[in-house]
């Protein structure tokens, strides 16, 4: 089955604990994405990667970071959370950045962090 | 993503009746605009998408309209079932990047 998935889906954590969630996608997509969503603001894109080893920063990226090492993973990093980090995480990938290329989603990972 | 004077946060359908969501988005060089409906619990899904050069675009119960002039987005979605209660969020997409509207919680009444 052709899917996003990501883990873990839950995760309580203290700040300044370093914390990885991790992305994996088995549709052998060439884009993939990180987003978190917050109330009344939809979602914003925190890093993409439009292939291996090839990332750039989306519309709030600080306090993140990702690595694309392999075509089907794209794990985000959070190096010392703090509580304003407290949101839900999505991952996406799709086959290409050019046209409307469907992204697919992810289940999600709610992080809290204290 | 949406704009105050344009968006409307919830929508209460009746059943059967056709919903209309609306969306202005903002930079005039995104070249495609997609829009997602996410239930309760899970991932946005990809519903339908309009490249910039068109002005409509129907799919299966649903249609997008995309007007340029006004940079106004909107999805159709005729005989609105309860499987179609969700958020749905539209999205612009600028070279690699895509924004997203804070979304239109639609509520469909039996």
């Known amino acids: 089955e052709a899917q996003v998935t990501q883990n873990p889906r839950y995760l309580i954590t203290v700040t300044g604990k370093k914390l990885t969630v991790t992305c994996s996608q088995n549709?052998?997509?060439?884009?993939m994405s990180w987003y978190r969503q917050d109330p009344g603001l939809g979602l914003r894109q925190i890093y993409y990667s439009m292939n291996v080893e090839v990332t750039d920063k989306g519309d709030v990226p600080e306090g993140y970071k990702v690595s694309r090492k392999e075509k089907r993973n794209f794990p985000l990093i959070l190096e010392s959370p703090s509580p304003n980090q407290t949101s839900l995480y999505f991952c996406?990938?799709?086959?290409?950045?050019?046209?409307?290329?469907?992204?697919?989603f992810g289940p999600g990972t709610r992080l809290t962090v204290t | 993503g949406e704009s105050v004077g344009l968006h409307l946060p919830t929508l209460s359908v009746q059943e059967g009746d056709n919903s209309i969501i609306n969306c202005a988005y903002s930079?005039?060089?995104?070249?495609?605009f997609i829009w997602y409906k996410q239930e309760s619990g899970k991932g946005p899904q990809f519903i339908i998408d309009?490249?910039?050069?068109?002005d409509k675009r129907q799919g299966q119960r649903v249609t997008v309209l995309l007007n340029k002039t006004v940079k106004h987005l909107s999805l159709q979605i005729a005989a609105t079932q309860p499987g179609d209660s969700a958020v749905y969020f539209c999205?612009?997409?600028?070279?690699?990047?895509?924004?997203f509207g804070a979304g239109t919680t639609v509520t469909v009444r039996a």
């Open positions: 930079n005039s060089a995104s070249d495609y």
């Open positions: 549709m052998n997509h060439e884009y």
């Open positions: 996406a990938s799709s086959s290409g950045t050019s046209g409307g290329a469907e992204q697919y």
């Open positions: 309009i490249r910039s050069n068109m």
């Open positions: 999205a612009e997409k600028n070279d690699y990047k895509l924004s």
